[in-house]
């Protein structure tokens, strides 16, 4: 079975069984997840590069209107992500490209190492 097919039902696995686990303040993780569910394709195999306008990008954008709502917001909005690159192990650089691509600075770096509390 192919690497990226597999990713990708994983990917939908969670979305589906509702990976909800709730992080410090308003954000949970799967908002997050739904946010961005719409950059899937990219997240599993790399390609099509999301574009503003698309529901890949209209999410990232929505997400980076909750992160940029408080401090709280943004810690919990990192947190998800992170949770979510340690899931997807080698498609992490995918996702920690998606604000780059979409038009976006969420506040933080999207990187294993990110520490989201500060």
């Known amino acids: 079975m ?8 994983y990917w939908f696995g969670l ?5 909800a686990t709730a992080v410090a303040g308003l ?3 799967s908002t997050v ?6 950059c899937s394709n ?5 390609t099509p590069d999301p574009t503003l306008g698309t529901p890949c990008c209209d999410g990232v954008v929505s ?4 992160a940029s709502g408080s401090t709280d ?6 947190s998800c992500l992170m949770a979510l690159i340690t899931t997807y192990g080698p498609n992490a650089t995918a996702i ?5 691509l979409c038009g976006v600075s969420l506040g933080f770096i999207i990187d294993p190492s990110t520490d989201c509390t500060r």
């Open 27 to 29: 954000t949970d993780c």
């Open 63 to 66: 997400l980076y209107n909750i």
């Open 96 to 100: 920690a490209h998606l604000p780059g």
């Open 73 to 78: 917001d943004r810690r919990s909005a990192c």
């Open 2 to 9: 192919e690497v990226g097919f597999c990713a990708k039902r």
């Open 15 to 19: 979305l589906v069984l509702g990976w």
């Open 42 to 46: 990219f997240v599993a195999y790399g």
């Open 33 to 38: 997840t739904s946010l961005i569910s719409g």
